[in-house]
């Protein structure tokens, strides 16, 4: 009876110890570092802000962001070709309008950012940012954008950490 006993209590034992090491397992396995969270929220952010400020409605018949630099993809560098709209072309008010977003979001925030565009020369003149240029991580944000057939451009937006 003494021999059956002691075998049950080593298996206890073996239950026992293979419970907390399958608990210590899974919180270390679990357990996810306190900047990777922040990353991960810069990046959710920074994307989040690409689809706003696209987004976005303009006073100009109602077109969105969107639809203002697609029509200033096709102008020529020096903006030409762009639709004028409320007196001026659908470049400079797509950039004041994303310049205006960022500075009353982020700029208040006190946060540094960059947003630029490529793919044509009319897009890649607009580039928005603080005057501090990233130091060290950022995080950001890019999109591609259809604008026609063979083209297209990436919308770019960088969140300084």
């Known amino acids: 009876m003494s021999k059956a ?22 919180v270390i396995l679990t357990k996810t570092p306190t900047r990777e969270v922040e990353r991960v929220k810069e990046s959710v952010q920074a994307a ?9 409605t303009s006073t100009c ?12 993809a096709v102008a020529s560098k020096d903006w ?3 639709a004028p709209c409320d007196g001026a072309n659908t470049c400079s008010l797509a950039e004041n309008m994303i310049k205006n977003m960022l500075n009353q979001t982020l700029g208040k925030w006190g946060k540094d950012y960059k947003f630029y565009m490529n793919g044509t020369e009319a897009v890649e003149q607009i580039v928005i940012g603080t005057d501090n240029p990233c130091k060290g991580e950022r995080e950001g944000s890019t999109r591609p954008e259809k604008i026609r057939t063979g083209l297209d451009i990436t919308v770019t937006l960088h969140i300084c950490s």
């Open 61 to 72: 018949g109602k077109r969105t962001v969107r639809e203002l630099i697609q029509n200033c």
């Open 80 to 82: 030409v070709g762009a």
């Open 48 to 56: 989040n802000f690409l689809n706003t400020i696209l987004g976005t």
């Open 5 to 26: 006993q002691m075998e049950i209590f080593g298996l206890v034992i073996i239950v026992i110890l293979l419970a907390i090491g399958l608990l210590f397992a899974i």
